[in-house]
């Protein structure tokens, strides 16, 4: 049996106060759109369609061919939402998902068990419900004296005593496609001028039709973007259910309260993480590793058994066994090999430290090849731009560079040489050489061992 999903995400999103449309807003990193597409991914192999308004160029240059898209022009409702979406879909499915787009916490697991209910209920639609003392604004589901569901109330017009119902109707449904295109058009017209999909449910069992069910345990699960406040509440619920993932599977959390990891980065076991530390983006860190305090790491890979203190890591690669900080800052392309050891007050950018490089603090490594066994005196920095282009520098194997050093690219220097305390290098250093001064000159040849 195919099926089809429907996503609502043309709502203007007024109470966020913001120019973002609210589907693009992000949530642990991710846009909330990003997480309900990543939740229907799990029922359904078709692109979603997407049904947009408000917004709705910024949404498909964000989504590009991820989905299909269907404009409502006018906001008349959520029943109206869904009937833009009919002249793609009719005939192309068996049954029909619909999803809104600001509920971004809904699980996976959640959507399969709406639709294999569907798929056994013999009726025209299973719904999502969530049952909770606390108030809300979501319409309450109203049962008859048998237990099954009768009809949905819609806050705004519920009476004192269906306010009082705990069970809230959470807005997805599974239809029978057939069923629900031809059912659409009898929607009534609400006092407010709008179609509500909730009085589909009133349709099926005013034909004697059964309305199946899925109760939701976890309440986190239906919480709705629409304030700033709500999107703080869904932070702070992701971030303790990303971190409760990471515990299970062996993962140290010094304090997760105070642990930022976003759902796409990849943790080692046996890793230990201090307080505030953020992990980002395509982020992977190894076994055995040691992170934070105080510490930003972000879309960067992290071999076994490395320490980083109270730095910023950002697009990097670090192999295993590297020591970094603290107030270190790796920037983009930076690669450091097995065992390097980075001080404090250190930056790389676009560079490579070869193993066992120890690079000493207040230094500068700017689009730098760096060999192994290298010692980077405290003050080193290369001088790689000249206004104009970024210039390469190359420092061979077991080259002792000396505190204070300023390398000006594009230069080399070769297998074990040296530079003095306070050198300018302006021209290539040979292999076994010694450089001091300003500009540095080669004064001595030294001894190559072996």
């Known amino acids: 049996m195919s099926l089809a999903v429907v996503i609502l995400a043309a709502g203007q999103g007024t109470r966020l ?7 693009l807003h992000p949530l642990g990193g991710i846009p909330l759109i990003e997480h309900v597409l990543a939740a229907a991914r799990a029922v359904s192999l078709e692109p979603p369609t997407l049904v947009v308004g408000h917004g709705g160029d910024a949404v498909r240059a964000a989504l590009g061919d991820r989905a299909r898209y269907v404009t409502q022009s006018e906001q008349l409702g959520t029943g109206h ?5 009919e002249a793609l879909l009719q005939g192309h499915s068996d049954r029909v998902l619909v999803m809104y787009s600001d509920m971004p916490l809904l699980e996976p697991e959640t959507l399969q068990a709406l639709v294999e209910t569907q798929a056994r209920n013999p009726g025209p639609l299973t719904m999502l419900t969530c049952v909770t003392a606390r108030p809300s604004d979501f319409g ?11 009809s949905i109330v819609e806050a705004a017009q519920a009476t004192p005593e269906q306010l009082r119902l705990t069970e809230l109707n959470v807005g997805f449904y ?40 899925v109760t ?7 919480i709705g973007i629409n304030t700033r406040a709500q999107l703080a509440q869904a932070e702070a619920a992701l971030r303790q259910r990303v971190n409760q993932k990471w515990l299970d599977a062996g993962v140290t959390l010094i304090d997760p309260a105070t642990t930022y990891i976003e759902p796409t980065v990849q943790l080692g076991r046996d890793t230990v993480i201090w307080p505030n530390t953020h992990l980002q983006g395509q982020s992977i860190i190894g076994e055995q590793c040691v992170i934070g305090p105080n510490t930003i790491v972000r879309d960067t890979t992290i071999g076994d058994a490395c320490h980083i203190e109270c730095s ?9 066994e590297v020591h970094i900080g603290p107030f270190a800052h790796l920037r983009s392309g930076a690669r450091l ?3 390097v050891h980075m001080g404090n007050f250190g930056e790389v950018k676009n560079s490579t430290l070869g193993p066992g490089v120890k690079m000493g603090h207040f230094s500068y490594l700017g689009d730098a090849t760096i060999g192994a066994n290298v010692n980077i005196g405290a003050g080193t920095i290369t001088c790689n731009f000249d206004g104009v282009q970024k210039n390469k520098t190359v420092i061979g194997d077991d080259a002792f560079i000396g505190s204070d050093t300023m390398l000006v690219a594009p230069v080399t220097l070769g297998h074990r040489s040296r530079t003095g305390a306070g050198s300018v290098v302006t021209k290539n250093v040979p292999d076994d050489s010694l450089a001091v001064g300003v ?4 004064i001595r040849r030294l001894k190559a061992e072996g």
């Open 17 to 23: 106060k913001s120019a973002t449309p609210k589907v």
């Open 81 to 85: 939402a869904v009937r833009q979406a």
């Open 140 to 150: 309450r589901v109203v049962r008859g004296t048998e237990g099954r569901v009768h």
């Open 174 to 213: 599974c239809f029978e496609a057939d069923w629900l295109w031809s059912h659409l058009p009898l929607l009534p017209l609400s006092p407010k001028g709008e179609y509500y999909l909730t009085d589909i449910v009133h349709l099926a069992v005013s034909e004697g039709q059964r309305v199946a069910s």
């Open 216 to 222: 939701i345990e976890d309440e986190t699960e239906i």
């Open 312 to 320: 910023v890591v950002e697009g990097a690669s670090l192999a295993a």
């Open 337 to 339: 090999e097995r065992g």
């Open 439 to 442: 500009p540095a000159r080669v």
